[in-house]
């Protein structure tokens, strides 16, 4: 009789070998989901941390004996044999609002490093996309480093930087997909109370999860139109590309590439490249989808039609529990809002005004930055206010957002407007608003 299951002491572990089972259950360790293969000494120092021992397959992967190099299995198997190991190691998500302090620095005092940090880490992931185009290799470091700045700036204020992924240059939005993906995912893993450790994996495997498009041809990424199937399967094929490209890196965390590999998972099964469904899809591959969907409905692309923000909400709830989980899209909706920060919107009495935060109780009553008046002229001084504090608006009716407005509809240049907060004048009248 053949043994497909051997006992290792952690000590013993090697890079390669696949772990089927653990000596405790998976919901005391750190660990995702039950079952994975060991790619970096990493891993196995984390297994070291909680297990005394652990079981391996030894029909998939190494044995304690292996003389074969089999240290890089291929990154996906067949379709059944994934279906089967994602399908016995989720790990519920456990939501916590409690977990962070509300927001600790004001978006006024926090918009100017937060401008400067997105520049510098814009040119870090165009820089680490260009590298891999042209063949040099994937510096995780750099990665590790733009996920912990995003965390500690989002942890400081939410919203400020979900803001500056609205700004636009000359048509075309200056800060890059996998930026502004995992800006939200940050946001989001905020709200559902992730601990900042976890919350940068999450934030790095967002901003990873698609760099295997940087081995598909161009013309086909930008390409208007629908894709012919082989087109659709050679797209396709970038998760495949993108694990192996992370898998090569021996010290990246197996979360990491958990999120390449079912970020374009559906709820229902209709993702790729397994065809999981529902919790089957580790809840950062859901997180990741949700995100990744979100942003490239609200920006502008080659192909398709860009929506406001709260069209995008509005597509994603009618989405829940098909090509989403329900719980999710309810919870991304609670962090982000319908208004997220930096939209444009219009109000019940006329008026016309810059989204600056969200507030989670009220959603039609956000802090906004008023622009025009209800008789459409342009305020000389943008006045701040708080559309929940009803003392703002003495005797006259509170009003609330009645919906939000594509950019190019309005002659507003909320380029401008956003770019103003770095100067000291405009800082000093929100202040005194």
């Not at 916590?96 to 400067?116: G, R």
């Not at 406001?308 to 899209?329: C, D, G, H, I």
């Given at each position: 009789?053949?043994?497909?299951?051997?006992?290792?002491?952690?000590?013993?572990?090697?890079?390669?070998?696949?772990?089927?089972?653990?000596?405790?259950?998976?919901?005391?360790?750190?660990?995702?989901?039950?079952?994975?293969?060991?790619?970096?000494?990493?891993?196995?120092?984390?297994?070291?941390?909680?297990?005394?021992?652990?079981?391996?397959?030894?029909?998939?992967?190494?044995?304690?004996?292996?003389?074969?190099?089999?240290?890089?299995?291929?990154p996906l198997l067949r379709k059944a044999d994934n279906k089967k190991r994602f399908r016995s190691r989720v790990?519920?998500?456990?939501?916590?609002?409690?977990?962070?302090?509300?927001?600790?620095?004001?978006?006024?005092?926090?918009?100017?490093?937060?401008?400067?940090?997105?520049?510098?880490?814009?040119?870090?992931?165009?820089?680490?996309?260009?590298?891999?185009?042209?063949?040099?290799?994937?510096?995780?470091?750099?990665?590790?480093?733009?996920?912990?700045?995003?965390?500690?700036?989002?942890?400081?204020?939410?919203?400020?930087?979900?803001?500056?992924?609205?700004?636009?240059?000359?048509?075309?939005?200056?800060?890059?997909?996998?930026?502004?993906?995992?800006?939200?995912?940050?946001?989001?893993?905020?709200?559902?109370?992730?601990?900042?450790?976890?919350?940068?994996?999450?934030?790095?495997?967002?901003?990873?999860?698609?760099?295997?498009?940087?081995?598909?041809?161009?013309?086909?990424?930008?390409?208007?139109?629908?894709?012919?199937?082989?087109?659709?399967?050679?797209?396709?094929?970038?998760?495949?590309?993108?694990?192996?490209?992370?898998?090569?890196?021996?010290?990246?965390?197996?979360?990491?590439?958990?999120?390449?590999?079912?970020?374009?998972?559906?709820?229902?099964?209709?993702?790729?490249?397994?065809?999981?469904?529902?919790?089957?899809?580790?809840?950062?591959?859901?997180?990741?989808?949700?995100?990744?969907?979100?942003?490239?409905?609200?920006?502008?692309?080659?192909?398709?039609?860009?929506?406001?923000?709260?069209?995008?909400?509005?597509?994603?709830?009618?989405?829940?529990?098909?090509?989403?989980?329900?719980?999710?899209?309810?919870?991304?909706?609670?962090?982000?809002?319908?208004?997220?920060?930096?939209?444009?919107?219009?109000?019940?009495?006329?008026?016309?005004?810059?989204?600056?935060?969200?507030?989670?109780?009220?959603?039609?009553?956000?802090?906004?930055?008023?622009?025009?008046?209800?008789?459409?002229?342009?305020?000389?001084?943008?006045?701040?206010?708080?559309?929940?504090?009803?003392?703002?608006?003495?005797?006259?009716?509170?009003?609330?957002?009645?919906?939000?407005?594509?950019?190019?509809?309005?002659?507003?240049?909320?380029?401008e407007i956003l770019l103003s907060f770095n100067s000291r004048n405009i800082v000093q009248k929100l202040l005194?608003?």
């Amino acid at each position: 009789m053949n043994i497909e299951k051997e006992k290792v002491s952690v000590k013993f572990l090697k890079v390669g070998m696949y772990v089927c089972k653990l000596d405790r259950s998976w919901l005391d360790t750190p660990f995702p989901f039950q079952g994975f293969y060991i790619r970096s000494n990493n891993e196995i120092k984390d297994l070291q941390a909680f297990c005394e021992h652990v079981y391996i397959d030894v029909v998939k992967g190494k044995t304690l004996n292996s003389n074969p190099d089999i240290s890089k299995p291929s990154p996906l198997l067949r379709k059944a044999d994934n279906k089967k190991r994602f399908r016995s190691r989720v790990r519920p998500l456990i939501v916590n609002h409690d977990y962070y302090t509300p927001t600790l620095k004001p978006i006024k005092s926090e918009f100017s490093a937060a401008h400067n940090l997105m520049l510098d880490l814009n040119s870090a992931i165009e820089e680490t996309s260009f590298n891999l185009r042209v063949g040099k290799g994937l510096d995780i470091k750099k990665t590790k480093q733009v996920a912990t700045q995003v965390v500690n700036s989002v942890i400081r204020n939410p919203n400020t930087l979900v803001w500056l992924t609205q700004l636009k240059e000359q048509g075309k939005y200056v800060y890059g997909h996998s930026l502004r993906s995992g800006i939200l995912a940050a946001v989001f893993g905020r709200h559902l109370g992730i601990a900042e450790q976890q919350l940068e994996i999450l934030v790095s495997g967002v901003l990873l999860a698609d760099i295997g498009k940087t081995k598909i041809n161009r013309k086909l990424l930008e390409k208007k139109g629908d894709y012919t199937p082989e087109e659709k399967k050679l797209f396709e094929s970038h998760v495949e590309l993108g694990v192996e490209l992370l898998a090569s890196d021996s010290s990246i965390d197996h979360n990491i590439l958990t999120i390449a590999e079912t970020h374009h998972e559906r709820f229902d099964g209709s993702g790729y490249p397994y065809g999981l469904v529902g919790d089957e899809i580790p809840a950062f591959g859901q997180i990741a989808g949700i995100v990744d969907t979100f942003d490239a409905m609200t920006s502008k692309k080659p192909y398709g039609t860009v929506h406001t923000p709260s069209q995008a909400m509005e597509w994603l709830y009618k989405e829940r529990n098909k090509l989403f989980s329900a719980k999710l899209v309810d919870e991304f909706i609670q962090a982000i809002g319908l208004y997220p920060a930096g939209t444009l919107v219009q109000l019940s009495d006329g008026s016309t005004g810059l989204v600056l935060s969200h507030n989670k109780e009220k959603r039609l009553k956000p802090e906004v930055l008023l622009l025009r008046d209800s008789t459409d002229q342009t305020l000389d001084k943008p006045k701040f206010v708080d559309l929940s504090k009803k003392a703002i608006f003495s005797n006259k009716e509170r009003p609330c957002i009645t919906g939000a407005l594509k950019v190019d509809s309005v002659n507003i240049d909320v380029n401008e407007i956003l770019l103003s907060f770095n100067s000291r004048n405009i800082v000093q009248k929100l202040l005194t608003a």
